[in-house]
């Protein structure tokens, strides 16, 4: 079920003194029920799906952090942010929230905001997937940009945090879309040899972590762009544990090696540059396992620098 935004999630320092150019988030932001801004926010306040995948929980607490750790940062281009508050978990019920999250996207999308997604347990991903292909015409393709050390592609009856892109393969196929799934930063160490064999039936695309770095920055925004180019909308989702847990470890389940933040950061602008960008989220943030609230801030960077990213090519 989804609840109001809070006002009291929004608040932080104001320079008066500095005017205008001094604003901050919590000073932008709108907490409505339906979205009019060009970006909108949308907490998905569930860990259930972590649990099922025998994971670290705490994630249920994700949004409300994330809010916190992006109340006080800068705004550039940003003029209104709508906050549409959160879907949440009601016991079991994970198959609910995510068709309840996947309603307000497709609202969302229909009036013209651009979603973005604050977890969570990554399985926000197939509720995401769900509201663009609510949104989407008939027959239009989407490509899956995902920045992750697992695939994510498991298989079993039951949603989980474990499922997300075969599920959303699975039902585009069954709808007849077409959907390309790319992930990036994949470890050989964390994911078996089952799940490789998955993807590569599935026609997945992949990087391992250890090729996701500075020196091949061209060839990977070759491959961001070479997917936008082949479909007609681009979902957005990165997974905080794809991260060294040196520098993310309110997560799930952290990584031992992990991608550099800088990285990522100029591979999420190559995706929200394709201007094909319909919904993006950030998943995994676990509040309870965090460390001075490392992993918190740079999930509001990533948020902050979709958004920015988003008006900016918008225009």
């Known amino acids: 079920m989804r609840r109001p935004a809070v006002r009291a999630d929004w608040s932080g320092?104001?320079?008066?003194?500095?005017?205008?150019?001094?604003?901050?988030?919590?000073q932008v932001v709108r907490p409505c029920d339906v979205a009019g801004a060009p970006v909108s926010l949308l907490g998905f306040a569930s860990d259930t799906g972590v649990m099922r995948n025998l994971g670290r929980t705490g994630a249920a607490a994700g949004p409300t952090a994330l809010r916190k750790a992006l109340a006080n940062v800068p705004v550039h281009r940003l003029e209104h942010v709508d906050d549409l508050g959160n879907v949440g978990c009601d016991g079991d019920a994970l198959e609910?929230?995510?068709?309840?999250?996947?309603?307000?996207?497709?609202?969302?999308?229909?009036?013209?905001?651009?979603?973005?997604?604050?977890?969570?347990?990554?399985e926000i991903a197939l509720a995401s997937y769900l509201g663009l292909a609510g949104a989407a015409p008939a027959g239009d393709s989407v490509g899956i940009v995902n920045f992750d050390a697992h695939f994510d592609l498991r298989g079993g009856e039951r949603a989980s945090s474990g499922t997300p892109f075969r599920q959303i393969l699975e039902h585009a196929a069954g709808s007849g879309r077409r959907a390309e799934y790319l992930c990036l930063g994949v470890s050989r160490f964390a994911n078996t040899a089952a799940l490789f064999?998955?993807?590569?039936?599935?026609?997945?695309?992949?990087?391992?972590?250890?090729?996701?770095?500075?020196?091949?920055?061209?060839?990977?925004?070759?491959e961001i762009e070479g997917l936008a180019r082949r479909v007609d909308h681009v979902y957005l989702t990165?997974?905080?544990?794809?991260?060294?847990?040196?520098?993310?470890p309110g997560v799930s389940a952290p990584a031992a090696l992990g991608v550099d933040p800088g990285v990522v950061e100029r591979l999420v602008d190559a995706a929200v540059a394709t201007g094909k960008l319909r919904t993006a989220d950030v998943a995994e943030l676990n509040p309870r396992h965090d460390i001075d609230g490392r992993t918190a801030r740079l999930a509001a960077r990533l948020v902050a620098r979709i958004a920015e990213g988003a008006i900016q090519v918008a225009g």
Do not use: K
């Open 96 to 122: 609910q929230a995510q068709a309840d999250y996947g309603e307000v996207v497709t609202a969302a999308l229909a009036a013209g905001s651009l979603p973005i997604g604050l977890g969570g347990g990554h």
């Open 238 to 248: 990165v997974c905080l544990d794809v991260f060294p847990a040196s520098v993310a």
């Open 13 to 26: 320092r104001s320079d008066p003194e500095d005017g205008e150019r001094a604003r901050r988030w919590h």
């Open 197 to 222: 064999d998955r993807a590569r039936a599935l026609g997945v695309r992949w990087v391992e972590d250890e090729d996701v770095h500075a020196g091949r920055l061209e060839a990977l925004r070759g």
